[in-house]
């Protein structure tokens, strides 16, 4: 028998935080030439309650504003604020004129009518891009995306740096949320790729997985993407990042690892060896949406003081 060497596969990884330390590095260089004209872009986050999670999305973010010069405010919000006090507040923030981004951190509680609240945000400074202004300005065409949704951008961001065209290429995305799926599949077509959306009530999953190029997963259920899912040398995206509270071994127990872990929607060791490439959850999508936020900011900054 020959001594052939079988070398196991294993894809390239996606590197959101080498890319999206580039973006800021960027951003910050940008901060300073706005500083040098007296214009000093600032972003205002707003957080309603004190989830867990959101607090913890919310740190990343003024952690890049440190890193970028960007100015920042948060405004933490009691719980039990009526929707009308809280447009109220965005409609201060509106006139404001020191103040360049505004954002509301989602999800907000129940008794709030959350697309009022998005719908008081001015177009212009709505760094999230959530809005219908933005949206429906993306959808017309890539030369008028201006403040489009940060995720969707992040992952386009990371496809361009690692110089991976969509044109042509068959995508599918597993999710549908007006946040990444829906303003992703848009920003996709308008790159001249063909795109399919699955969701929840999609028949037969893994047929529409197993042709796509690229495959974007973004549904918040851990692992759910199978090694079996996936086309032989597909690039393949992770949305996902689930808290998972690990229940420790005995021998675990002993060393404290991994209890509090970010699980993506991808069986990632077993992906990995079948994609071409491939993000890691935590350190692949997450610091890029971070980043595409520092950018939207400065860019609103920009378009508010032509
Ligand atoms: N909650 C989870 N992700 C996001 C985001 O990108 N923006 C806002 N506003 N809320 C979120």
New binding site residues.
């Given amino acids: 028998m020959s001594a052939r060497i079988h070398k196991k596969r294993q894809s390239r990884l996606l590197d959101g935080r080498l890319v999206s330390d580039f973006l800021l590095t960027r951003v910050s260089h940008e901060v300073k030439k706005l500083h040098k004209k007296k214009i000093f872009p600032k972003l205002v986050i707003i957080l309603v309650g004190k989830n867990p999670?959101?607090l913890s999305?919310i740190r990343q973010k003024e952690k890049a504003t440190q890193r970028t010069h960007i100015q920042y405010e948060h405004l933490n919000l009691r719980e039990t604020i009526a929707t009308k006090k809280l447009i109220a507040i965005i409609e201060k923030l509106n006139r404001d004129k020191t103040v360049h981004g505004i954002?509301?951190?989602?999800?907000l509680p129940a008794h709030i009518e959350a697309p009022l609240v998005l719908r008081a945000i001015e177009p212009a400074k709505d760094v999230?891009g959530?809005g219908a202004y933005n949206l429906g300005k993306m959808f017309l065409s890539m030369d008028f995306e201006n403040l489009a949704?940060?995720?969707p951008r992040g992952i386009i961001r990371l496809l361009e740096y690692y110089k991976i065209s969509p044109v042509g290429k068959r995508v599918t995305i597993i999710g549908r949320s007006n946040?990444v799926g829906k303003p992703l599949a848009v920003m996709l077509i308008n790159r001249d790729a063909t795109v399919t959306v699955c969701h929840s009530k999609t028949k037969n999953l893994a047929s529409h997985t197993r042709t796509a190029d690229i495959l974007v997963a973004a549904v918040g259920r851990p692992k759910m993407v199978k090694a079996d899912m996936v086309k032989k040398g597909a690039i393949v995206i992770d949305v996902g990042t689930t808290k998972v509270n690990n229940r420790p071994s005995r021998s675990e127990a002993k060393q404290i690892v991994h209890l509090n872990s970010l699980v993506g929607d991808v069986d990632f060791e077993n992906v990995k060896r079948k994609a071409s490439w491939i993000t890691p959850v935590p350190g692949g999508v997450g610091p890029m949406?971070v980043a595409c936020?520092m950018e939207n900011v400065v860019r609103a900054a920009r378009r508010m003081n032509m």
Avoid: E, K, M, N
Avoid at 103 to 107: A, E, F, I
């Fill in positions: 999670a959101s999305y954002l509301v951190q989602l999800p999230d959530f949704p940060c995720t946040i949406t936020l």
